[in-house]
């Protein structure tokens, strides 16, 4: 329970802060900050037993036959992320209040910081890589929010979308490397997996699941050639960078190497391209730090080369090496979120961020300028602090390593890589804080309140602590994560700031005075380095965007065409393919059921039909006597259905007929009243090709299912279990919202997104060539005027509760009886339409109390609420069920979880036909006010 507790608390506290987003600031970070230090208290309580050996877990069966499974466990890898995301997540709440302006909407803002962080947290309890996946693409997608906060802002969209195109291509690599890592081990659970590395490495499909996995940990972690996104993602706020950049997201994927390295590490692939990859990476960003002059850039080059460190230490390979880098993760979150959130106060009190315009801080600034000085000297790797600890390891590995049979290069090249980390740090410290005083653009700067100096203080006291008391505060953490990558028993560690005359000591004490030394000829070596040529990798990206876009627009130009008739002739005749294909194949064979015959009622509802239908082709200019025409269609259907003992069918298909009719209408009172003729005969002959043959293919498909033999195929399955399974005698219903309520789940998600889809393309329906279209129209008088009868308008107010009564008892019925969440919808939607046709948009407008965008996303959730709450009880998701309930005076009744279900069905059908009616309101409306701004 308390693993589902830490998945679900930054979830909640998204719905609280939703539904308190007009409230004021300090209720939202209360709301953010309860959610983050709540997540934290309930992984402290579990700490005590991982830490000793015990891993608590969680399984719910989710979708069984895919493999995926709701697993969560808590190992001390994941205890450690998990203290990570949540300790800092808390601090970064507490930084926002003071770092956000008055004006900030926070309540959006949090919102997206508690998506990410239960992303995050989700990654990191993962049992189930499938699982892990989902949260994966969650973190992109919620990191692109986030980075791009301030949309106003040109660079903060470029750096959001920079983002979203570099780890979102990694992450579909990252599924394809996932699903062949499950087949090659013969499972997706994460244990299973880990414990079947002689079978994933023997398997020819190990090169690839390899690369694929590295593509993804590697674009989200910056590893060169993927890190030119990340300095662009600094555009975001600073509470932001700290958080996202610094200690969790760009993590990600040195966590997924970590999580994977029992399996995946080990053979001389995963040296090469991992080690390269993080020794590269490594040396590339330190050098680009030395040279920037934002500080935030500087920042965000020197993460992307602390990254680099770790991939390294992880692609060695060896215990030690994992140990070190286990450590160095501790004190990089420690020390980078500390600096990122100074970096945010020197920009919050002086408006710059330029290290060229500032200088001389620590006199009016001692306070910052004592935790700047002291985050950056954890991050050269300066004694006493956390980062000396973990630089000394790094290199020690380092002076161990053969790469290519080369004994120096390794050491040589981290060595290198130390004396650039310790040169930008210094710098960092040295130029902002003393020397001139320059205070960029504000007269008197001063060090803030505690709002702002809190959270980076506690950071700093950490990496203090990391260096002063490493094996008492860090120690059996880093030991037992270690164990928990390394897959064996726990290393032997022995973590102090002295360990004797060594190689690393000797390599760190070159580091340092080679990097005093370039600091004090920095001008003339940044003086040539800005002479050497350099590729920009923005510029090169922006290229290949631009590129691929140019040729995609070509090819579609090719391909498509401003033609709705020509993508329905190419849709049916795919269609007519593929049906005819599997015809050909299998064969589509008449059953022996006996026919029944003919009444003269049928035989004359049949004539109907097919006159009926005859007659749209014959007017299909005439658009109101087409419409006409239809619904006789509609309306024969219905009592097709009825005939054949469809009564769910039947009501369905009336309640969609009415509807469909009425914003047809609405519709064409936007449309002229007979268009130009668009077909000439010989397109006409070949849609009529292409009608005939698709209507004979669907009438002989109807006619062999309809003459097989009663209850033959699934349907037997749903007739004899409709009562025992889901607690109902209405067959079309349970199969609706217990046996296939998965496929009813994306139903409804692809109506929503329906709805929206329509509010997109008509909202701008009213400006430039449709807008000029619409008001001639309206110039030409072919609209029909807007009356509203008075014996209309009474006869559909008094009709209204009647028809919400009748509407709530089909829903009521609908599990046993023709009904149902659907069919309710339908009538609810017919009751409100008819308010809007008698009494005008305007009037009942004015008198709604629910928004369709509200109504379509709590439908949504509902039924997504309904399917994870079976999760809680151990059954597969969506699983519903139903209880008999007695009570005085009403006597036995049923209870069926499913009800809640259909109820979310219910909500996003009327949410998305009010979509479509207040849209088509609207446009003439829209219309109308641009025409008379368009007016000199």
Request: one cysteine or more; glycine letters at 10%; charged letters at 10%.
């Amino acid at each position: 329970m308390a693993l589902l507790i830490l998945i679900a608390l930054p979830f909640v506290a998204i719905v609280l802060l939703m539904l308190t987003r007009r409230a004021q600031r300090a209720v939202h970070m209360l709301i953010a900050g309860a959610g983050s230090a709540g997540g934290l208290a309930v992984l402290l309580t579990q700490a005590g037993a991982v830490l000793s050996g015990t891993t608590p877990s969680v399984r719910l069966a989710w979708i069984p036959a895919l493999g995926l499974d709701f697993a969560l466990w808590l190992d001390p890898l994941a205890l450690l992320f998990a203290g990570l995301i949540l300790g800092i997540g808390s601090l970064i709440v507490i930084y926002a209040q003071g770092y956000l302006g008055k004006d900030e909407p926070t309540a959006r803002f949090l919102a997206f910081l508690m998506l990410f962080q239960g992303a995050m947290v989700g990654i990191a309890l993962s049992g189930n890589i499938l699982l892990m996946l989902v949260f994966w693409e969650m973190t992109s997608l919620s990191s692109f929010l986030l980075i791009g906060f301030w949309r106003d802002k040109a660079e903060a969209r470029q750096g959001a979308r920079m983002a979203l195109t570099i780890t979102g291509g990694g992450g579909l690599a990252l599924i394809a490397g996932l699903v062949l890592l499950g087949k090659a081990a013969g499972s997706y659970d994460l244990a299973t997996i880990l414990s079947r590395v002689d079978l994933v490495q023997a398997s020819p499909l190990y090169p690839a699941i390899l690369i694929l996995v590295l593509a993804g940990a590697f674009t989200k972690s910056a590893q060169f050639p993927f890190h030119f996104w990340l300095p662009h993602a600094m555009a975001a706020p600073t509470p932001v960078s700290a958080y996202l950049h610094s200690a969790t997201m760009v993590k990600a994927g040195v966590f997924l190497l970590a999580r994977l390295w029992p399996v995946l590490a080990g053979t001389e692939l995963w040296f090469f391209l991992v080690a390269s990859a993080g020794l590269a990476t490594m040396v590339f960003g330190a050098g680009v730090a030395l040279f920037r002059h934002d500080l935030k850039a500087i920042l965000a080059y020197s993460t992307i080369s602390q990254l680099g460190l770790m991939v390294m230490l992880l692609g060695f390979g060896t215990g030690a090496a994992v140990t070190a880098a286990i450590f160095h993760i501790l004190n990089h979150a420690a020390f980078k979120a500390a600096l990122f959130m100074h970096a945010g106060i020197i920009d919050h009190e002086t408006g710059t961020r330029d290290i060229r315009r500032l200088g001389g801080l620590a006199a009016i600034m001692p306070l910052t300028a004592t935790l700047g000085v002291l985050a950056a000297a954890a991050m050269a790797g300066l004694p006493p602090l956390g980062g000396f600890i973990s630089k000394e390891m790094m290199l020690e590995q380092s002076a161990h390593t053969l790469w290519g049979g080369q004994v120096l290069l390794v050491p040589v090249l981290a060595t290198i890589a130390a004396m650039l980390s310790a040169a930008y740090s210094l710098r960092y410290a040295v130029a902002l804080h003393f020397g001139a005083r320059r205070t960029g653009e504000v007269a008197a700067p001063h060090d803030p309140g505690a709002w702002l100096l809190g959270p980076p203080a506690i950071l700093v006291a950490l990496a203090l602590a990391l260096g002063l008391l490493p094996m008492a505060l860090a120690g059996p953490l880093v030991a037992a994560a270690s164990a928990a990558v390394i897959g064996g028993v726990r290393p032997e560690l022995h973590l102090a700031l002295w360990h004797g005359l060594n190689p690393a000591l000797f390599m760190s004490l070159g580091a340092v005075a080679a990097a005093i030394l370039l600091l004090w000829r920095y001008r003339s070596v940044a003086a040539l380095t800005a002479r050497l040529p350099s590729p920009d990798a923005k510029r090169l990206f922006d290229r290949a965007m631009t590129t691929a876009v140019d040729g995609l627009r070509r090819l579609s130009g090719i391909i498509h065409a401003a033609s709705l008739q020509r993508y329905l002739v190419v849709l049916f005749v795919v269609v007519l393919a593929l049906g005819g294909e599997a015809a050909w194949r299998f064969g589509i064979a008449a059953g022996s059921r006996a026919t029944t015959p003919a009444s003269p009622v049928a035989f004359v509802a049949w004539a109907a039909l097919v006159v009926a239908t005859a007659a749209v082709v014959m007017v299909d200019r005439r658009r109101y006597l087409a419409l006409v025409f239809i619904s006789v269609i509609g309306l024969v259907m219905a009592l097709a259905f009825i005939h054949l003992s469809a009564p769910d069918l039947a009501l369905t298909q009336i309640a969609v007929e009415v509807v469909t009719i009425l914003l047809m209408l609405l519709a064409l009172h936007l449309l002229p009243g007979q268009p130009p003729r668009l077909s000439g005969a010989p397109r006409r002959v070949r849609d009529a090709v292409i009608a005939i043959t698709g209507g004979i293919g669907t009438g002989w498909l109807a006619w062999a299912i309809m003459t097989r033999p009663e209850r033959q195929g699934i349907s037997r399955f749903h007739w004899d279990h409709s009562y025992s399974g889901g607690g109902g005698t209405n067959v079309v219903n349970v199969t609706l919202v217990d046996f296939r309520a998965f496929d009813t789940l994306g139903e409804i998600t692809v109506l929503g997104i329906a709805g929206l889809t329509l509010y997109a393309l008509l909202e701008p329906a009213a400006r430039g060539v449709a807008g000029r279209r619409l008001r001639e129209w309206r110039s030409q008088d072919r609209f029909s005027p807007e009356r509203h009868p008075m014996m209309f308008v009474m006869a559909t107010r008094l009709l209204l509760p009647l028809a919400l009564l009748v509407g709530l008892y089909i829903f009521l019925r609908g599990h046993n009886q023709p009904g149902g969440g659907f069919i309710a919808a339908l009538v609810f939607s017919i009751a409100i339409l008819l308010q809007y046709l008698a009494s005008g948009f305007d009037w009942t407008d004015a008198r709604r109390k629910f928004g369709e965008h509200q109504l379509i996303g709590t439908g949504l959730l509902i039924a997504a609420a309904t399917g994870l709450g079976s999760l809680l009880f151990g059954a597969p998701f969506l699983t519903s069920s139903f209880t008999h309930v007695h009570l005085p005076l009403i006597g036995e009744f049923e209870l069926v979880t499913a009800m809640l279900f259909d109820l979310g069905v219910a909500c996003v059908v009327v949410g998305a036909v009010l979509m479509a009616l207040a849209q088509l309101a609207h446009v003439a409306q829209r219309a109308a006010k641009h025409e008379g701004e368009e007016r000199p």
